[in-house]
């Protein structure tokens, strides 16, 4: 089993729909993960951490079920600008640990259509 | 506040050559860490350097290497390049020990290496 899994996708929605990934993890100590979004040819932008349970940030939400290790991303009203490549990031050890080495997934590519 | 620069943004080599990438990290950030993204990939962790030590290395070969200065700022070096070798060359800043939050990396536009 891979450390960190994602859908490649392509997801293709509607302007307005909800969209949803889901990202499972292998290792159970994992404490971090992030979410970034990625455009075409740029680099990677820092999207949303999760430290607990989840976080929300205006049509964004981060979930973290830690008995099923995964963490999804819910985008509501999704927008033509949403269109990227969403990249799942898990931090496998704790931070007490000092080890800094994130575990990036391949991405999901969610592409907004009008 | 200077986000993170990195130069060149693009660079042309031949087989066997060694390149020099240079990265400048975020204004209040002491932790520099280097990535490999090819096409369709998501980014592959090469090192991680802070105090001006590797601290973390991925599984990379000892052709590549790198360095961090006093000022924070680092290079990454690869020596006897080859054609897999191209790739974006991402670096991502970071504040160091200390909170949870010491992860959060925020990446600067990469340099775009082709190796012929």
């Known amino acids: 089993r891979k450390e960190v899994e994602q859908d490649p996708g392509p997801f293709n929605v509607p302007e307005g729909a909800t969209v949803a990934f889901n990202c499972t993890y292998s290792?159970?100590?994992?404490?971090?993960f992030f979410w970034y979004r990625q455009d075409c040819r740029k680099e990677p932008k820092l999207l949303m951490s999760v430290y607990s349970s989840g976080n929300e940030d205006g049509r964004f939400t981060a979930q973290l079920n830690r008995a099923s290790q995964y963490i999804s991303l819910l985008i509501r009203d999704s927008k033509l600008s949403d269109s990227a490549t969403y990249l799942c990031?898990?931090?496998?050890?704790?931070?007490?640990?000092?080890?800094?080495?994130?575990?990036w997934g391949l991405g999901t590519s969610l592409a907004v259509n009008p | 506040d200077a986000g993170v620069t990195q130069s060149p943004t693009h660079l042309i080599k031949t087989r066997g050559q060694q390149v020099t990438l240079r990265c400048s990290p975020k204004s209040g950030h002491d932790t520099v860490s280097w990535y490999q993204q090819a096409l369709g990939q998501g980014p592959q962790f090469i090192f991680q350097y802070y105090e001006e030590e590797e601290r973390q290395r991925g599984n990379f070969p000892d052709r590549f290497s790198g360095h961090q200065f006093p000022n924070y700022s680092s290079e990454l070096n690869v020596n006897a390049l080859l054609l897999g070798d191209s790739a974006l060359y991402l670096c991502a800043s970071s504040f160091g020990r200390g909170s949870l939050r010491q992860e959060t990396q925020y990446f600067g536009p990469g340099t775009r290496l082709l190796v012929l």
């Open positions: 990031v898990v931090n496998p050890t704790s931070s007490a640990g000092n080890n800094r080495k994130l575990i």
């Open positions: 290792n159970s100590a994992s404490q971090s």
